[in-house]
């Protein structure tokens, strides 16, 4: 998984609780994402980012913020968590030129909302 | 949406058989991808195509890309029991980002 961890592997919490995943990367690559993964809609880009404190939304960030504070660490919290947020998110990282590149991704983490 | 919609949504076929999968998509590009996801793990990159490009191999891989017809397709040619996973195609639209379709599920039959 091109030396990419993310933490935890499978949750499940309560609705209106946060909850704060991590991806962590060994590879120095600059850019990092989150993305979720559902059942007939395919990969949806949550957030990304493109450098230490530079982030952006993507196309489903609603009820999502997101930290990178170093290279390796890019953190997704849910601020108050609901059953829509039950999904499997995937981070992934690209290092290249910043022209949409090749993405390495991690092995995911199911989330499940009660 | 921006994301590609892959046809057919599953696919089954025997071993040693071809597996083609189609990609259409709806704006201009700067690359197409192709990823594979076994069950229950993260995607796996196989291919990527320029928009410069027409086709493009990779070992049993082959990928086409007409962007006249925004489209692309992926042959696996010989399929194996262990090619069976969903493949996905993603459109890379802008500066970093990539727009993932919903995938085929292809599954080989030994």
């Known amino acids: 998984d091109a030396g990419i961890t993310q933490s935890p592997r499978h949750k499940v919490t309560e609705t209106g609780t946060p909850v704060t995943l991590r991806c962590h990367q060994t590879?120095?690559?600059?850019?990092m994402y989150w993305y979720r993964q559902d059942p007939g809609h395919g990969l949806r880009l949550i957030h990304y980012?493109?450098?230490?404190?530079?982030?952006d939304k993507g196309e489903v960030s609603d009820g999502y913020s997101v930290s990178r504070s170093k290279t390796e660490d890019f953190l997704l919290t849910l601020e108050s968590a609901t059953s829509s947020q039950t999904s499997v998110y995937f981070c992934?990282?690209?290092?290249?030129?910043?022209?949409?590149?090749?993405?390495?991704f991690g092995p995911g983490t199911r989330l499940t909302v009660l | 949406s921006q994301q590609g919609e892959e046809d057919p949504q599953a696919l089954s076929i025997q071993e040693g058989e071809n597996a083609t999968m189609n990609c259409s998509y709806k704006t201009s590009i700067n690359n197409l991808q192709w990823y594979r996801q076994n069950s229950g793990r993260g995607l796996v990159h196989l291919i990527l195509i320029r928009s410069n490009e027409r086709e493009k191999h990779s070992g049993r891989l082959r990928v086409t890309l007409d962007t006249s017809k925004k489209s692309s397709s992926l042959l696996i040619t010989a399929s194996r029991a262990a090619d069976t996973a969903s493949y996905f195609c993603?459109?890379?639209?802008?500066?970093?980002?990539?727009?993932f379709g919903t995938g085929t599920r292809l599954t080989v039959i030994p």
């Open positions: 980012s493109y450098g230490v404190k530079d982030t």
């Open positions: 992934a990282i690209s290092g290249a030129s910043g022209v949409a590149d090749t993405q390495y």
């Open positions: 590879e120095n690559h600059r850019y």
């Open positions: 993603a459109t890379g639209e802008g500066a970093n980002n990539l727009f």
